[in-house]
């Protein structure tokens, strides 16, 4: 709901790199539509680019394309904070157990 979505917008799992262009693109549009731009289709299935570069954001689509993630929700974000955390954690070698 619209309130959910204003508490979740900014938040860490919520958050993924694109380019210029794609992010324009995504903007505020509903998951969908932002899977098709992630992957280079446009907002109307009418571009033919490549997918983004960013893995982070690769990973999004990979879930999607695998059945493994139909619709984007305050669980999803809540679990994909935690697995950048993880991440995170094991990149830079610290401690995040307060932030998770």
Partial sequence: DERDGKEYVHKLGNLTLLSGRKNIQ??????????????????HNNLDEKITSFRITQQIVDLKNSGDLNKWSIDTINDRKLSLLIEVEKILNIDLSKIK
Avoid: L, V
């Fill in 26 to 43: 995504a903007s505020d549009d509903e998951f969908d539509k932002k899977i098709q731009i992630y992957k280079g289709k446009g907002k």
